[in-house]
């Protein structure tokens, strides 16, 4: 499915999620793809970037429901693709926080902690989504999602790791915050700040960017 440059609703992009679904090649890298540039859409916006993550999910629910071909290696392939575009915008917000620590004596340790608790909170988000589809979707996918969660809350995302080296990078200017769960509630994490989201995305972008030129084929 073609995607035009203008901003694509959660409709839209549970369709084109679901268009990835078809093909028997390249699902991972369409879904990854389709997925970042969702996500540069949000602007690392809490709550767009979770209902990307649910419209992705019920997307590629129903694409796999609808294939004539193999569902499981399917279904793997494209939460994979999902899980990859999620691990990349962590590194992202990873490579934000440290600009703005190391150029920005006004980045609050409270603001830090926020971010940090954003990146903990989308990967919980991720596993959620896909319960959901475990739980409710159609016979021919639930069993591949469950195998997904499962899996995923034994051994955690590829997002985990990057996450939980942020959180060790950091854990000297935010250890006296971590006694309080809830210093950043979900109305903070939606008001992120302005400077890390906007430097967050530009590292996105940069790296989606990067991912294309590695698909183009050499000359």
């Given at each position: ?157 590829d997002t985990g790791p990057v996450v939980a080296q942020t959180m060790r990078e950091f854990s000297h200017r935010i250890a006296t915050q971590?006694?309080?769960?809830q210093v950043a509630g979900l109305e903070a994490a939606r008001q992120l700040n302005a400077r890390f989201a906007q430097a967050a995305s530009g590292f996105l972008q940069a790296m989606a960017e ?10």
């Open positions: 499915m073609a995607v035009s440059d203008a901003k694509m609703s959660d409709e839209n992009l549970a369709k084109a999620a679901a268009e990835s679904m078809k093909s028997a090649e390249q699902i991972r890298e369409r879904v990854r793809d389709l997925t970042l540039r969702a996500f540069q859409e949000r602007r690392f916006d809490y709550e767009g970037m979770k209902q990307v993550l649910e419209a992705m999910t019920a997307g590629i629910s129903v694409g796999a429901a609808q294939r004539t071909g193999q569902v499981k290696g399917a279904v793997a392939d494209a939460l994979s693709g999902l899980d990859q575009a999620l691990m990349k915008s962590a590194q992202a917000a990873q490579l934000a926080l440290q600009e703005l620590a190391a150029k920005s004596r006004e980045f609050s340790d409270s603001e830090l902690k926020q971010a940090i608790d954003q990146m903990k909170k989308l990967e919980s988000d991720f596993i959620a989504a896909a319960n959901k589809v475990a739980e409710t979707g159609s016979i021919a996918v639930k069993a591949e999602f469950r195998d997904f969660v499962t899996h995923a809350q034994r051994f955690g995302t971590m006694a309080d769960a990067s991912l294309r030129e590695e698909k183009k084929p050499k000359k």
